[in-house]
């Protein structure tokens, strides 16, 4: 099989995997992933209108705001970010039908629910970011700032979380008259996905780009060995 189909496969493997964490962890009732949380909202609001659906709308306006921060930097092949994020909102909904049984009632097994969605997730984004192919819209976005103000990636990427969080909580108050769809699960997804993104990244090896050698022939990354 050539390389690039198997980076291919571990990507698209991976936004499954991802979509499928976030969809536990907002089965689990106590709030939504930080990168959710507006479509969440949304969705609460406009019941006739799926998670998949929203989080489709959303992940379009973050490649728009691209487009404009970026201008002539926006290169073509980055609209496939939107065919990234039209297979992660399929994905999601069906996620969400399949867990349609799963409404826990008790802290122990939301708890559960919200833990392993934060595992789920975070294995998903290793086997999503690995093969280096493209940028999901909610990366893509945290790219432009940081290019556009010449901020560090991490330190944009946890101003965007926050901002979206607090979005959603605005939201929230205009449709709700109270917080709903946000939690500690918000908070505790933002803070121990990263976490367990490095530990698995210690141990697991996924697919990554390939490596030329003196004749500029690609060839796939061979794993660094771990010292005993």
Not at 123 to 143: D, R, T
Not at 167 to 177: D, E, K, N, T, Y
Not at 204 to 219: A, I, L, N
Request: a positive charge.
């Amino acid at each position: 099989m050539p390389y690039i189909i198997k980076r291919l496969i571990c990507f698209l493997a991976g936004i499954a995997i991802e979509s499928f964490g976030i969809a536990l962890i907002t089965k689990s009732n106590l709030g939504t992933s930080p990168i959710s949380s507006i479509a969440w909202v949304a969705t609460l609001r406009f019941p006739q209108i799926s998670f998949g659906v929203t989080t489709f709308v959303v992940n379009v306006i973050f490649v728009l705001i691209e487009v404009i921060l970026l201008r002539r930097d926006f290169h073509a092949f980055q609209y496939l970010q939107l065919a990234v994020t039209f297979w992660f909102a399929a994905v999601l909904d069906a996620s969400m039908t399949l867990l349609g049984w799963f409404n826990p009632d008790t802290w122990w097994a939301r708890g559960a629910g919200l833990l392993l969605g934060c595992a789920i997730l975070a294995l998903g984004i290793c086997m999503e970011v690995s093969p280096a192919l493209i940028m999901v819209p909610g990366e893509g976005i945290v790219n432009a700032f940081a290019k556009v103000t010449k901020v560090r990636f991490g330190t944009v990427k946890v101003c965007f979380d926050v901002s979206l969080i607090i979005i959603a909580g605005v939201l929230s108050f205009v449709f709700f008259g109270r917080i709903n769809g946000l939690g500690v699960g918000t908070v505790v997804a933002a803070v121990i996905t990263g976490q367990i993104v490095n530990l698995i990244n210690r141990h697991v090896r996924f697919v990554g780009p390939p490596v030329r050698d003196v004749k500029g022939v690609e060839h796939a990354k061979e794993p660094v060995k771990q010292a005993a």
